[in-house]
């Protein structure tokens, strides 16, 4: 079965240095989005992609936080830099259009120290 | 934008009894409304979902009940099980506009005990 796949899936790092996330979707999920995980909490949006375009980035701080799908496919997410509040998992799913589910990843957990 | 609340934030329930979640949502263009569960160290897993032009739909021994008019929607499992033990997450979105993205509440951590 295909998965959403995620790297890396723990990252220690302390506050001021530069972070990144990959994720690769399900081959043929023209969306795809990053969410963040406040453990104990619901997951929340930061960015949206649809194919290669940013269609929602409204809550990505991106004083420090950039994003992107260059090639429509995988994606980058990184921070930088680091701070103490970042720490959290960040979630990527995938999903076809129309009503259709989101596929997770497996979800990279951030220590910032 | 979309507000999604859910109660209660845990429950506990004896083996075999019911259990019941429940969601409110703030945009009335909401048409899509799934349930996630995540089991620790896990990533969310869609396990039911509804779209506004149902009213009920059930699964073995799970169930989502939606209330258009009054904006919320409710999970039922019957017959908990240990392994029913997770946190469960409600969302909402419009996915006639595209593909809006889900909207999360906080979660409900469940818990079963044998």
């Known amino acids: 079965e295909a998965e959403v796949a995620q790297s890396p899936r723990y990252k220690i790092t302390e506050k001021s240095q530069a972070v990144a996330f990959w994720c690769d979707p399900i081959?043929?999920?023209?969306?795809l989005y990053w969410y963040r995980q406040i453990l104990g909490q619901g997951p929340e949006l930061l960015v949206q992609?649809?194919?290669?375009?940013?269609?929602?980035d409204s809550q990505l701080p991106k004083d420090r936080f950039s994003a992107e799908r260059l090639k429509g496919v995988d994606s980058t997410l990184k921070i930088q830099p680091a701070e103490l509040g970042d720490s959290a998992m960040y979630l990527c799913?995938?999903?076809?259009?129309?009503?259709?589910?989101?596929?997770f990843g497996e979800g990279s957990r951030l220590t910032v120290l | 934008g979309e507000n999604v609340e859910q109660h209660p934030s845990t429950l506990s329930v004896q083996e075999g009894d019911s259990a019941v979640i429940k969601c409110t949502y703030s945009?009335?263009?909401?048409?899509?409304f799934p349930w996630y569960k995540q089991e620790l160290g896990k990533r969310p897993q869609l396990i039911i979902d509804?779209?506004?032009?149902?009213g009920e739909k059930k699964d073995q021994r799970i169930a989502v009940t939606l209330n258009k008019t009054a904006k919320h929607f409710s999970l039922h499992i019957t017959e908990t099980q240990p392994e029913d033990s997770a946190v469960y997450f409600c969302?909402?979105?419009?996915?006639?506009?595209?593909?809006?993205?889900?909207?999360f509440g906080k979660g409900t951590r469940l818990s079963v005990i044998a």
């Open positions: 992609f649809q194919d290669e375009s940013v269609v929602d």
């Open positions: 081959s043929g999920h023209a969306t």
């Open positions: 509804i779209r506004s032009n149902v």
């Open positions: 969302a909402a979105s419009d996915r006639n506009s595209g593909n809006t993205p889900l909207v």
């Open positions: 799913a995938s999903s076809a259009m129309g009503f259709r589910e989101l596929f």
């Open positions: 945009d009335s263009a909401s048409n899509y």
